[in-house]
């Protein structure tokens, strides 16, 4: 009998597939122990995902000093970007109060996650929002959440307008003054000097602008740490605390889930106190501060907001600012804002451009007679002055061309006006 030899396959082993796991963790507090339950979660989770067999760790997502009503926490929509990427199976979460405090937010949330195939599990009520009753339960118990929230919510304003009633003040980040722990300002030195510098050198004819530029090439940085610009300044000089009086509910939260704070323009009441605190500037500087910007408010112009076709098209090569549009009594030029609001020692390359120069220029790289705004902004993206005298546009099609301008001759920049004013003085002479 003939022997038959056959060859035998075996499947080949294939490894098992990882579950692709992640962790979001959330503290609503910027308090030190707060903080440190965000190290603790972070450091558990990551512990959690690494020893588990069979998971592959994918990242701990985590947001501080981030209220659970808002789905903007940037670490949170950056974990919901992983998933729809299909970067991730299964999100580990504390509990529900530390995903979201809003039931439609929430539900929305676990409804996307779960079309995408992931997986999200709330650890304190051992609940997978992909099971066949999670959805249910979600709703139960994220409503009890939002519930909690919103109480909590309604018992912190009832106090802080029982405060105001009191002429207490609530949380406060100003420069000059620290809130001690009783709810009082108490001046700071060092900084109550800067405010009333400010205070001084407006009453001495300095404009908000000019303060402004003194402030930061003094280096010294606004409360925040950050450059002074005019409206800082414009703020310190308004503001009644530094003549010791407090103006309370000067504004308000919409309500427990946005917390967007809105101005108060009389929906509730707002409280006066006077001589609540130590001042830093007297009254009467105060007072006279005030009544010398009123003046300035009533002869300044009234702004149009009106767009011009160069209006955030033009961009300087030295600081990257965009140019404006500035009426001069001879002539319209456009000119840099950091050159115009700083002077040339913050953009010492910036030149002024006359409208009519560059209008000319549009009209030589686009090959028209005249201007045409439609046209120029179907074809032209951006204008770039790298240098003086230069302008570089760029084209939507991506190609760029480089125009040389001159500036007018003397002559040319005397109007009809000037020339005839010039005359009458000869003449007297």
């Known amino acids: 009998m003939k022997r038959i030899v056959k060859r035998v396959e075996f499947p080949e082993k294939t490894a098992p597939k990882m579950l692709r796991v992640a962790t979001y963790a959330r503290v609503s507090s910027g308090k030190d122990a707060m903080l440190h339950s965000l190290s603790a979660q972070v450091s558990y989770y990551n512990d959690l995902i690494q020893k588990h067999e069979g998971w592959l760790f994918c990242g701990v997502f985590a947001d501080e000093a981030t209220t659970g009503t808002k789905d903007s926490r940037e670490n949170y929509q950056k974990l919901l970007e992983e998933c729809r990427k299909g970067a991730i199976d299964l999100v580990l979460t504390k509990s529900i109060s530390r995903f979201a405090r809003n039931t439609v937010t929430l539900l929305e949330t676990v409804r996307e996650l779960k079309s995408l195939g992931v997986d999200v599990y709330f650890e304190e009520q051992n609940i997978h929002s992909i099971s ?10 994220a409503s009890y959440a939002q519930e909690e929230s919103r109480s909590a919510s309604e018992n912190r304003k009832w106090q802080i307008r029982k405060d105001f009633e009191q002429g207490k003040v609530g949380s406060i980040t100003i420069l000059g003054y620290r809130r001690t722990a009783d709810g009082s300002l108490e001046v700071v030195p060092e900084e109550a000097e800067i405010v009333k510098m400010i205070f001084s050198d407006y009453l001495s004819g300095m404009g908000k602008q000019t303060i402004c530029n003194k402030l930061n090439e003094m280096h010294i940085p606004t409360r925040y740490g ?17 003549c010791g009086d407090l103006l309370l509910q000067k504004t308000f939260r919409e309500n427990y889930i946005t917390k967007r704070k809105i101005e108060n323009r009389g929906q509730l009441p707002k409280y006066y106190v006077e001589d609540a605190h130590e001042p830093i500037v007297d009254r009467e500087t105060f007072l006279a501060v005030q009544k010398r910007m009123e003046e300035h408010q009533r002869f300044a112009p009234k702004s149009t907001a009106v767009s011009y076709p160069f209006t955030s098209m033009i961009k300087c090569g030295c600081c990257g600012k965009f140019y404006r549009r500035k009426i001069q009594p001879c002539r319209i030029t456009w000119i840099c804002h950091t050159y115009n609001t700083k002077g040339k020692k913050h953009c010492p390359d910036s030149k002024q451009i006359p409208e009519d120069r560059l209008y000319s220029a549009c009209c030589e790289v686009l090959s028209t007679e005249e201007f045409d705004e439609d046209i120029f902004k179907d074809r032209i993206c951006q204008i770039y002055v790298p240098e003086p005298n230069v302008l570089l546009f760029q084209f939507h099609d991506g190609h760029e061309q480089r125009i040389y301008w001159k500036d007018h001759s003397r002559s040319e920049s005397w109007t009809d006006k000037m020339k005839e004013r010039a005359r009458e003085r000869s003449k007297k002479k």
């Open 132 to 141: 066949p009753d999670g959805e249910l339960m979600l709703t139960v118990l």
């Open 226 to 242: 950050n450059e002074w610009t005019a409206e800082a300044v414009r703020r310190i000089l308004k503001n009644e605390k530094y």
